[in-house]
């Protein structure tokens, strides 16, 4: 079995309608990211969560928002999606970041296609 | 304001053909540099780290090396399996825990 897991895989939906997109994993990582990638511009970071207490801004925030349930589970919300949102969006996770214990493991993805 | 850079954007070579892949940096302070395999529709899959220049790793065909400035990602006889979009992305000292990603160079092996 995976150790990430996205939900869903694909999606289609239309503007102004609210998503969400689901993360869990099974590494017990504290730390957990959501990223979306545009073709050409790589990833870039939307949120960053380091424990279920604490979630900061990325750098693409503005339209998003976050939820982390439990250490397992970091969820991303667009409250009324539109068209420029249309992208790979991707979870990862990472240990502590200590004594080089930071590598980030990502999720298979979700295509999010905003009509 | 940290930049990362990868180049050429694409690479075509044929089986055999031995090639370099650039990712340069400008951060204020290098925390670890990584490198990412990604598939079509896959999510990045981790190949190296790397945190002091000088440092070298190796993985069966890839070899990632570490200079103040760059790093290279040298992929030595390709086989057709090899080809995917290689990802660098950098930690720095005062980002914590975040990472930021270059654009990628997409890699095609032909047999």
């Known amino acids: 079995d995976a150790d990430v897991t996205q939900t869903p895989r694909n999606r289609i939906t239309k503007t102004g309608k609210r998503i969400m997109l689901e993360c869990s994993q099974t590494?017990?990582?504290?730390?957990m990211y959501w990223y979306r990638q545009d073709p050409g511009l790589g990833l870039r970071l939307i949120y960053y969560s380091f424990d279920v207490k604490d979630i900061n801004k990325g750098e693409i925030s503005d339209g998003y928002s976050v939820s982390r349930q439990a250490q397992a589970k970091f969820s991303l919300s667009l409250e009324s999606a539109i068209p420029n949102q249309t992208a790979l969006y991707f979870c990862a996770t990472s240990e502590n970041g200590a004594g080089g214990r930071d590598t980030q493991y990502f999720g298979p993805g979700t295509r999010l296609t905003v009509l | 304001e940290d930049q990362v850079t990868q180049s050429p954007e694409a690479l075509r070579l044929q089986e055999g053909e031995s090639s370099s892949l650039n990712c340069s940096y400008t951060?204020?302070?290098?925390?670890?540099l990584f490198w990412y395999r990604q598939d079509p529709g896959k999510g990045p899959e981790f190949l190296f780290t790397?945190?002091?220049a000088g440092e070298e790793k190796e993985k069966e065909r890839l070899k990632a090396t570490l200079t103040k400035k760059e790093s290279f990602l040298h992929i030595t006889a390709p086989k057709p399996e090899d080809s995917a979009t290689y990802l660098c992305?950098?930690?720095?000292?005062?980002?914590?825990?975040?990472?930021?990603f270059g654009a990628g160079t997409q890699v095609v092996v032909t047999p």
């Open positions: 992305a950098v930690r720095t000292t005062d980002s914590w825990g975040k990472f930021q």
């Open positions: 790397l945190y002091s």
């Open positions: 590494k017990g990582h504290d730390r």
């Open positions: 951060v204020s302070g290098l925390r670890g």
